[in-house]
């Protein structure tokens, strides 16, 4: 049995209803778009269980069910140039991922948990899932995803987190991440 994921953020769930919920996908792309959670859902689901990693000290697994983001990217292609990702949550949370890390294949968007939809302490409808990057990568409540030629710092890493938001070596040799 895993132990419950705690709900650990700034702002707190959005009173939005989930049905209305669009993720948002512009900037450097052929071909922005928006997503209905439903429209989410209908792509090749993904689940994987991967060890989550706070700053603050707790880490442990978390099984989640979403899509590979790198399905996102094979849809709106990006423009040559576009080598950073921000991503935006309801509020004023955000965070960026290189393309690379993007692309990598444990790199999910995640709208269920544990066999049940994603609660929205959690992130519910939709979070980024970063699993080997320090989860403040991860955003929650994400709404839009924007394209751009450098590196937008995040809501933490303005506040003096590091951008590369790496795992510490033993956290990493814990749950075998490459
Ligand atoms: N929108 C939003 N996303 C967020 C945060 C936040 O404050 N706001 N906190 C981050 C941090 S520091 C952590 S540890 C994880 C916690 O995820 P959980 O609440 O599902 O455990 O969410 C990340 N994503
Ligand atoms: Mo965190």
């Known amino acids: 049995m895993l132990r419950k994921l705690p709900a650990l953020d700034v702002e707190g769930p959005p009173l939005s209803d989930p049905r209305q919920w669009q993720l948002k996908v512009d900037g450097m792309v052929e071909r922005p778009r928006a997503y209905s959670i439903q429209e989410l859902r209908e792509l090749e689901p993904a ?8 700053v603050e000290g707790w880490d442990m ?25 921000t991503f935006y949550a309801y509020s ?14 444990r790199t999910m968007l995640v709208y269920g948990y544990e066999d049940g939809d994603l609660p929205a302490e959690n992130g519910g409808p939709l979070r980024l899932v970063v699993p080997f990057k320090l989860a403040y990568k991860s955003v929650k409540w994400l709404q839009r995803i924007s394209f751009t030629d450098a590196e937008e710092l995040g809501y933490w890493e303005t506040r003096g987190y590091p951008p590369e938001a790496g795992i510490p070596e033993e956290t990493k040799m814990k749950y075998s991440i490459r």
């Open 47 to 54: 689940e994987a269980t991967m060890p989550f990693v706070c």
């Open 61 to 85: 697994w978390v099984k989640w069910k979403g899509v590979k983001l790198r399905r996102i990217l094979d849809d709106v292609k990006p423009l040559p140039g576009a080598c950073w990702l």
């Open 92 to 105: 004023e949370y955000t965070d960026s991922l290189f393309i690379d890390d993007a692309r990598d294949e």
